[in-house]
């Protein structure tokens, strides 16, 4: 059983900064491929970026050029770096880990944006 707990949201002004983390535990963290989601109110949980086990990353096309996305396999840890937030980027962030079959997430950071 694979366990993740994500931090770092908050509340930042629009064009703030913000550096999320997610910490996994159980399993080995470096054989999983990892995906930051979001899920504003009323709405779908969104995929934004993905990194798998060799670093290659992908994004979608509304945050590639301010989201970044990365990981410490050495602290069993991914990152979301977002930078030139705005408030359209409210919302509560899931981490989700997947290996094979299995997809395990956690239990969410909410991030919000306003004046």
């Known amino acids: 059983q694979v366990h993740l707990v994500e931090s770092g949201g908050g509340w930042v002004q629009p064009g703030g900064s913000l550096r999320l983390s997610c910490v996994a535990s159980?399993?080995?963290?470096?054989?999983?491929?990892m995906a930051w989601y979001r899920q504003a109110p009323g709405q779908e949980r969104e995929l934004l970026a993905t990194i798998n086990t060799s670093h290659n990353r992908n994004y979608i096309d509304s945050v590639k050029d301010r989201f970044a996305i990365s990981r410490d396999n050495a602290k069993n840890t991914v990152f979301l770096q977002m930078n030139n937030l705005e408030s359209s980027d409210t919302a509560v962030y899931y981490c989700?880990?997947?290996?094979?079959?299995?997809?395990?997430w956690g239990q969410g950071t909410q991030v919000t944006v306003s004046s």
């Open positions: 989700r880990a997947g290996s094979g079959t299995r997809a395990y």
């Open positions: 159980g399993g080995d963290f470096s054989t999983y491929f």
